[in-house]
Structures are given as C-alpha cells and as structure tokens.
Nanobody, 122 residues
Framework: QVQLVESGGGSVQAGGSLRLSCAGS????????MAWFRQAPGKGREGVADIDSDGKISYANSVKGRFTISKDNAKNTLYLQMNSLKPDDTAMYYC????????????????WGQGTLVTVSS
C-alpha cells in the first residue's frame, strides 16, 4: 500500500516547538520529492517546505528560520521541526510525495497524507 501518515501535531503555546513526522510505506519516497503543506481554517493549502531528490530544500518565506525539513532515508520518513511557533502557524499539516522523478512541482506530488493538526495559542 502506498501511503503517508503524519503524526506529531498537537497544541502548544506561542514560542513552543513541535516535530512532525510523515511515515511512508509502499514506496521508496526518499528517491523523490517530499513536501509539507498546511491549511488553516478557511484558507487555501500552502506549501511549507520541500526537499527534492538531490537534497535541495525550499521553504515558504513565512517559516524560514523557524522550520526545518529533513528526512531519514532508512526509515522512509519525512520530518518537519517547527520552532518559535506562532498562532499563524495553526493549521492542518500534510505531507506529500512524488512517486517518480526529482521535481517538487505540485503536480508531481501524487501521494498525500491525511494530515496532523497543529494549534498554537498566544
């Protein structure tokens, strides 16, 4: 079964930290792009960070300097370390992965997780 399962969400106060995990199964996701997205209530889905097959990492401007994307190839798992959290970071966080190629274009992301909720209070 090709799937991604997020975990690690929760409720924290502003300035706190969380580490999200995205466990992949059924495919070698580390060979392709993996990415994090988020969607706040009433808002559209926003790209947060991604890492392509060559290890190139990109971040949304809103999270630069605060979030770190990484992956553990042995575990076939993607991570998002979230520090200095702000109330505006409150959202459902999703991971996604490509099944071929190395591009991180949105259309290449064929597999999506169900999301994990992050709530940041002031």
């Amino acid at each position: 079964q090709v799937q991604l399962v997020e975990s690690g969400g929760g409720s924290v106060q502003a300035g706190g930290s969380l580490r999200l995990s995205c466990a992949g199964s059924g495919y070698t996701y580390s060979s392709h792009c993996m990415a994090w997205f988020r969607q706040a209530p009433g808002k559209g889905r926003e790209g947060v960070a991604d890492i392509d097959s060559d290890g190139k990492i990109s971040y949304a401007n809103s999270v630069k300097g605060r979030f770190t994307i990484s992956k553990d190839n042995a575990k076939n798992t993607l991570y998002l370390q979230m520090n200095s959290l702000k109330p505006d970071d409150t959202a459902m966080y999703y991971c996604a992965a490509a099944l071929k190629g190395g591009s991180c274009s949105y259309t290449s992301l064929e597999v999506w997780g169900q999301g994990t909720l992050v709530t940041v209070s002031s």
